[in-house]
């Protein structure tokens, strides 16, 4: 699956948003973008605690775009869209104030085509990743339901990968566990098992 991405954002290469730019494993992770070619990061925080922190990490995050909100050079652009999506629910300031927040500014980049995708979560709840895209972006037309999606690198000895798959309403959050094909119990004769096994 990820291969196929790959294949396609190189044809087509694409710029990510990282609303947590000055945490660690978010400068690893545009590291290693940077060195493919295929994504441009675009990192959200204080440019000095990112190469701060870059540096302490041995990480070369040099071709990555880092914006800071407070000295966006298209704030007052960014304030005037944001009113108008919100359709009267929030005034200037209010919405001045909120994009000083990574999640709310990285979305707006996204809003104004300024960057095509965002990724959060690292220090953001589900919560407060999703809220914005839900409201600024909003859901594809006929569609209602919101997931999120998760797969970190397991332990190798384990090969479990945790997949969030309920909707982002549900608290807690229901993770369901899929198991890696090598370490499946066999199914018994005859059965229809689904491959989703818990751990």
């Known amino acids: ?62 071709g990555a775009t880092i914006l800071q909100p407070h000295t966006y050079d298209k704030m007052d652009a960014m304030v005037d869209k944001m009113v108008e999506l919100r359709k009267g629910k929030m005034t200037p300031d209010q919405c001045r104030a909120v994009l000083q927040q990574g999640n709310y500014f990285g979305t707006m980049l996204v809003a104004m085509k300024e960057a095509d995708c965002l990724l959060g979560g690292a220090t953001y709840s589900t919560a407060d990743t999703v809220r914005p895209a839900l409201q600024l972006i909003k859901t594809k037309p006929g569609n209602k339901i919101v997931s999120s999606w998760c797969a970190p690198s397991p332990p190798a000895a384990t090969r479990c990968w945790p997949w969030a798959t309920a909707p982002s309403t549900s608290t807690p959050p229901r993770t369901t566990w899929w198991r890696s094909p090598r370490r499946w119990p066999p199914a018994p004769a005859g059965s229809a098992r689904s491959p989703r096994w818990p751990c």
């Open 1 to 62: 699956m990820f291969r196929l991405m790959i294949q396609k954002l190189k044809k087509n290469p694409k710029k990510i948003v990282f609303t947590e730019g000055e945490d660690p494993r978010i400068l690893e992770a545009s590291a290693r973008l940077l060195s493919g070619t295929f994504l441009t990061p675009i990192l959200i925080g204080d440019p000095e605690k990112i190469y701060h922190v870059a540096d302490e990490e041995c990480l070369n995050i040099k």
